[in-house]
């Protein structure tokens, strides 16, 4: 009897480690998603007044990469593109900011158009 309440008592601890094992990785990737998310939401504002400059807007700059250095985005690397296309007789201009990290196991790609 004492072995059989044994056997079951470690497979319950199995359990217990096994959910807590993916709860924390869950977490983690949770994390780095984020934080690719507001790396590539804050390239895009960073290059966007250049953007925005001038009346229409132009692209001073075709491709910009930046690394931050700030303890929340430290590893994050982004990579944002301006293209600029008429239509009609408006100009628009699209920024498009892609963030890579955690050594590329987090990324996300954020596009802005802006006229």
């Known amino acids: 009897m004492a072995l059989f ?3 079951i008592l470690s497979m319950v601890g199995l359990a217990v480690q096994r959910i807590t094992s993916t709860t924390a990785q869950q977490y983690s990737q949770t994390v780095s998603a984020a934080r690719a998310y507001l790396a ?10 250049d953007a925005l400059s001038a009346s229409p807007c132009q692209c001073t700059l075709a491709r910009q990469k930046i690394e931050f250095g700030v303890s929340g985005l430290s590893g994050c690397q982004v990579t944002v593109e301006c293209s600029r296309f008429v ?3 408006d100009t628009y201009c699209t920024l498009t900011s892609q963030s890579l990290c955690d ?4 990324s996300r790609t954020l596009e802005v158009r802006v006229k």
């Open 5 to 7: 309440i044994l056997l």
């Open 40 to 49: 590539a939401y804050s390239g895009a504002q960073l290059v966007l007044p």
């Open 87 to 89: 239509v009609d007789t």
């Open 103 to 106: 050594g590329g196991n987090a």
